[in-house]
Structure formats: structure tokens, C-alpha cells
């Protein structure tokens, strides 16, 4: 039995404000925790802020990609800065890193 673990139930393509970059809001099957917020922290600078009515975050991580998200919350934003498939691939590729380690 998986605990912990955050599986994409659905992406979809939105716009965002910021110049015409790429951007994604992500599903997950469950909540967003604290675990796994900080562990966006090992890949990068991460702003959190967890005595928020609506504990926010904010990471930038490798090639530009900034995720934004609510603690709580089964969504988050991934903005990306460069290639967006590329991008995108790595994040992926640092949930599955996460995803291994909650088994």
C-alpha cells in the first residue's frame, strides 16, 4: 500500500500572466502536505508560509520552473520559464523521486 505518494490525476494548459510563459495547473489524487513542500526545497529556493489562513508556497527549482500551491489543497501552478516539455519532464521526474521515497 502507497502512503503519501501524489499521483497526476490531470494537467491542463492555462494562461498566465507573466509575458506569455507556459504554464500548468497539476491534480493530484490527494491533498498537497508538508512533506512534500519541503521536499521541493532539496530542489531549489522555496518560499513557505505556513501560518497562512491558506498556508501558500512557492518554489524555483532547476531550469526556471517556479510551482506555486496551497498547502491542503489537491492543485498547484507550475510556471515555466524555458522549454515547457522539458520542464515539465523534470518535475516529473522529481515526483516520481518523491513518490519513491514515501513508499
Known sequence: ??????????EKEIQNCFEGDK??????DR????DFILFLKGKGSLQYYPTFAKPFF???I???ILIKGVEGSKTLRIIFNGEAEKSYNLFLKYLSEYNNRMR
Do not use: Y
Not at 500500500?1 to 490531470?10: A, E, F, G, R
Not at 491533498?31 to 508538508?34: P, S, V
Open 31 to 34: 491533498i498537497i502536505e508538508k
Open 1 to 10: 500500500m502507497q502512503h503519501n505518494t501524489l499521483i497526476v490525476v490531470s
Open 58 to 60: 512557492k518554489a524555483k
Open 62 to 64: 532547476e531550469d526556471g
Open 23 to 28: 504554464a500548468k495547473e497539476i491534480l493530484f
